[in-house]
């Protein structure tokens, strides 16, 4: 009865290396977020898709690309990692961008990379 | 834009005893303030939230918070701590477009026997 999943829970691999981060809901959300967690706990939101489009787009780099084939599903590509992409990845889903709607986090992914 | 600032970075307290964490909040209308918790390896969980009404909300697990709009302020208190509460507790700040909330650095809470 898992509500917001996330696939890999942990991910190692070698710098400039292509990943992705797989993220499901099944609470019939319409919104979708990734978030990230930097090694001092620092979290901030890099994506948000409302209805598998694209409506916030933080300033990160090109190298990161999400895709959502459904409302069900945001999944996050990395191109050519870095050192600094190291970090936990955090999915989250809302019912609707309005925020009267709280936010419903998966349990992160652990990325190391080496 | 909204900020959110969590002054204390740890906070060690003895179980029973009571706690409060807090929350200054930076934003230009009137703010949707959340407190959210993070067991270690674990994803964020809701503690409770404000949106507008009665200022002190009651949350999960004992939880209340109280929204000063003078001080800017969302301070987090449980009268009594309990050993299972030792994680790390984020305030977060809502909205702007697309629901974006943004997150304090958070503060990390180690509760002694």
């Known amino acids: 009865d898992t509500a917001v999943s996330q696939t890999p829970k942990y991910l190692v691999t070698q710098m400039g290396n292509d990943k992705s981060i797989k993220c499901e809901q099944n609470?019939?959300?319409?919104?979708m977020y990734w978030y990230k967690q930097d090694s001092k706990k620092f979290l901030k939101i890099m994506f948000s898709?409302?209805?598998?489009?694209?409506?916030i787009n933080e300033t990160v780099p090109n190298r990161f690309s999400p895709k959502s084939p459904d409302k069900a599903h945001l999944n996050l590509h990395i191109n050519s990692l870095e050192l600094g992409d190291s970090a936990v990845y955090f999915c989250?889903?809302?019912?609707?961008?309005?925020?009267?709607?709280?936010?419903?986090f998966g349990p992160g992914t652990r990325l190391t990379v080496t | 834009a909204q900020s959110v600032t969590q002054p204390d970075i740890h906070i060690t307290v003895s179980e029973g005893a009571s706690l409060e964490l807090r929350c200054n909040y930076s934003?230009?209308?009137?703010?949707?303030l959340f407190w959210y918790v993070q067991s270690p390896g674990q994803g964020l969980q809701l503690l409770l939230k404000y949106f507008s009404g009665d200022t002190l909300v009651q949350g999960i697990k004992g939880f209340e918070a109280e929204f000063k709009r003078s001080q800017s302020s969302f301070n987090l208190r449980k009268p009594s701590v309990h050993w299972s509460d030792a994680a790390e507790y984020f305030c977060?700040?809502?909205?702007?477009?697309?629901?974006?909330?943004?997150f304090g650095a958070g503060t990390r809470l180690t509760v002694k026997p």
């Open positions: 898709y409302n209805n598998k489009e694209l409506i």
């Open positions: 977060a700040v809502g909205p702007s477009f697309g629901n974006d909330m943004r």
């Open positions: 934003y230009g209308a009137t703010p949707y």
């Open positions: 989250a889903s809302s019912p609707q961008t309005n925020p009267d709607y709280e936010q419903y």
């Open positions: 609470l019939g959300h319409d919104t």
